[in-house]
């Protein structure tokens, strides 16, 4: 399913002139944030401040996914405006990464000022240490890359927080004034106090994000450089707790995501219209006055956030593809666990390719899913009648098919892909998914590559090159 043409330039109904000056375009990627943890979505606990001002002062996504929940695979999708299954072994944690054009460079080449911070690509192959990073060259803080400017030059800045990644100083949160009582807990987790001051330690490590956004901001600002500005804030992949970082569910793929462009976007709206991380590519491009490489599969959303009203703006903006291949692994012979899903206003479908392996990696370990508080404590718990519910669905196996009903079960909990009601959205749901796979070329369908066999880089060598049966990294 090619992506429709792209405008050349954003729609009629921008509430303010196109400048002639290029923009400057700031991205920043927090590394394991949730959708629903910003103050702007509502959590009771997490401060925000600074993401809030951008989603005022410009346009909140509602629906904004990427293209795998796992930092590599998500990173590659942002960069290349492709999905993650049509990038090979790239579509895999710990990867390497043969040589893929990205936006960093085409805007390099337009002539834009480029640069990175902290994380860009990765984590993957040691080698763009020395030879570069796809998201650009290396800076030490933001106000050295603007220091270092051409004078004139746009430019194309990634910063690449390493929060809220775990891991994190125990009891952290608490002691920083998030009161156990204001935190709310998802109901895939039990609720008890060493869960709230886990998710407490994770929403501290949000609002330390949010600070480096401020930063970022005030620098902006120092330089007289907001006005014409486009800021992308988001993050890579959901929460590093049990059954969300790693997974297919909306805890795992929604991201927070508020675009802003003072002198071109009007501010306060919501959209809810679905975009994928292959569509920050496209935007940026376009947002240069650039085409969309030929081989990217995403779309713009400049008309979308350039619309000035909220709601769904375009009508085919009505669903997002995700999928994941290969994480951390902890399964014997290094192989993934490959799933594909479709996530529509009503319906989640998630296609499991290989049902016989673990989710969560292999027992007793599940070193598929990072190690925390809450997972030691669902592991410890998980024979309580109020825990084992919960267990089974983060750490068992699962059915080859998960359709969820999102108007009855918006936390995706109960599968009705066997119950004959839904027997027609199922159907549906999976034709539709098979043809959008098929249309970009999805190796889990041609088999014209095995995700299973691609290298992995880990703890200083490649596997599963020299010795697959001890491959069983933990999560990045
Ligand atoms: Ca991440």
Redesign the pocket.
């Known amino acids: 399913m090619r992506a429709a043409s792209v405008r050349a330039v954003p729609s009629e109904r921008a509430v303010c002139a196109m400048p002639t000056d290029r923009p400057n375009i700031l991205f920043a990627i927090?590394?394991?944030q949730s959708f629903a943890h910003t103050g702007y979505a509502g959590d009771p606990a997490v401060r925000t401040p600074h993401f809030d001002h951008i989603a005022e002062q410009g346009v909140i996504f509602t629906n904004a996914y990427v293209s795998a929940?796992?930092?590599t695979p998500?990173?590659a999708a942002a960069l290349t405006g492709r999905n993650h299954w049509e990038l090979r072994e790239t579509g895999n944690l710990w990867s390497a990464w043969p040589g893929r054009r990205v936006y960093p460079e085409v805007l390099a080449q337009a002539g834009y000022h480029v640069g990175h911070e902290r994380?860009g690509w990765g984590p993957g192959d040691p080698a763009l240490r020395v030879h570069g990073n796809p998201a650009g060259p290396r800076y030490g803080s933001f106000r050295e890359f603007l220091a270092d400017r051409p004078r004139a030059a746009p430019f194309c800045y990634w910063f690449g927080s390493t929060q809220p990644?775990r891991p994190y100083v125990e009891g952290s949160g608490r002691h920083a004034g998030i009161a156990l009582d204001d935190v709310a807990v998802p109901p895939y987790f039990p609720d008890c106090d060493p869960v709230r001051a886990d998710i407490a330690d994770y929403l501290l490590q949000c609002q330390v994000y949010d600070a480096q956004i401020g930063e970022l901001l005030a620098a902006l600002e120092a330089h007289g450089l907001h006005e014409n500005t486009l800021i992308v804030v988001t993050?890579?992949?959901g929460m590093?707790f049990p059954r969300c970082?790693a997974n297919l569910y909306d805890y795992g793929t929604r991201m927070p995501m508020a675009v802003s462009w003072p002198g071109v976007i009007a501010g306060g709206h919501t959209v809810t219209d679905f975009a994928g991380f292959a569509d920050l590519a496209p935007t940026f491009l376009e947002a240069a006055g650039i085409e969309p490489l030929e081989e990217m599969s995403g779309r713009s959303f400049l008309d979308v956030v350039t619309a000035g009203r909220s709601g769904r703006i375009d009508p085919e903006r009505d669903r997002v593809f995700c999928g994941r291949e290969r994480h951390a692994t902890g399964r014997q012979g290094g192989v993934g666990y490959p799933m594909r899903s479709i996530r529509t206003d009503e319906f989640l479908y998630i296609r499991n390719f290989e049902p016989t392996r673990w989710p969560a990696g292999d027992p007793p370990d599940f070193t598929d899913c990072d190690q925390s508080i809450t997972k030691d404590y669902m592991m410890a718990h998980r024979d309580l009648p109020e825990v084992a519910p919960l267990f089974e669905p983060a750490f068992g196996m699962r059915p080859a098919e998960e359709l969820y009903d999102l108007r009855r079960d918006p936390w995706q909990m109960t599968n009705v892909a066997q119950v004959r009601e839904y027997e027609g959205v199922r159907r549906r749901m999976l034709a539709e998914l098979e043809t959008y796979l098929s249309a970009t070329r999805d190796p889990r369908l041609t088999g014209e590559f095995d995700f299973d066999r691609a290298y992995c880089f880990w703890n200083g060598r490649w596997f599963p090159r020299s010795c697959p049966q001890v491959f069983t990294g933990r999560s990045?």
């Open positions: 927090s590394d394991d929940p796992s930092c998500s990173r994380k990644h993050s890579d992949n590093p970082k990045r």
